[in-house]
Structure formats: C-alpha cells, structure tokens
C-alpha cells in the first residue's frame, strides 16, 4: 500500500486547483483518508475528510472552497481546491488514518502573483 500525491504547482490568488491521492492497495469504501497540510514554519493540519461511506468533514480555514471526493474504481481521493488565497500555500500530503497510518510524500502548492 502507497500514497502518491499529484498535482501541486503555482496558482495565482483567486485560482483553482485540484490535487490528487493515489491510493494503491486501499480499499477506500472502507477507509476514511484524509487530505493535510504543512505550511512554513507551521504545524500540520487536516485539511479534509472523507470516511469510507463518503460523509466528509473540512477544517474551518476551508470550508466552502474546497471539496474532497473519492473514486473507488481508480483507488483515488482528490481535493479540488477554489479561491486559493496565500494563506494556503503548503506542501499537502495525503493521508491514510487508523492502524495503518500512512502518509504520502506531499505536493506542494504555492499562490502566488
């Protein structure tokens, strides 16, 4: 089993983005998997949440701008993420929660001008 982030990058303030988890070996129907992250100098923080029966859970700094979803068929959890301001800019990691806890390396996204 292995976590590999994708789609980090540079976007403007206001932009869009969508970062994506592939989660090989995960049976996401029933596992939660859980989207952090880690800004300079700051501690790592949960971003968003979805358990194995799809309900999702988001951290205030973020609610209403980003969305998780998961797509059993291809073993991935995306974040789509909206209005990205500097304040977001972090290296996110994809996370596996429970016995198994497992992260994957990260992806960085930086906003920018």
């Known amino acids: 089993v292995q976590l590999v982030e994708s789609g980090g990058g540079l976007v403007q303030p206001g932009g869009s983005l969508t970062l994506s988890c592939a989660a090989d070996?995960?049976?996401?129907?029933?596992?939660?998997m859980a989207w952090y992250r880690q800004a300079p100098g700051k501690e790592r923080e949960m971003v968003a949440f979805i358990s194995g029966a799809g309900n999702t859970t988001y951290a205030d700094s973020v609610k209403g701008r980003f969305t998780i979803s998961k797509n059993g068929a291809e073993s991935t959890v995306d974040l789509h993420m909206s209005d990205l301001n500097p304040e977001d800019t972090a290296i996110y990691y994809c996370?596996?929660?429970?016995?198994?806890?497992?992260w994957g390396r990260g992806t960085q996204v930086t906003v920018s001008t």
């Open positions: 070996g995960v049976i996401l129907s029933r596992n939660g």
């Open positions: 996370h596996l929660p429970g016995p198994a806890n497992l």
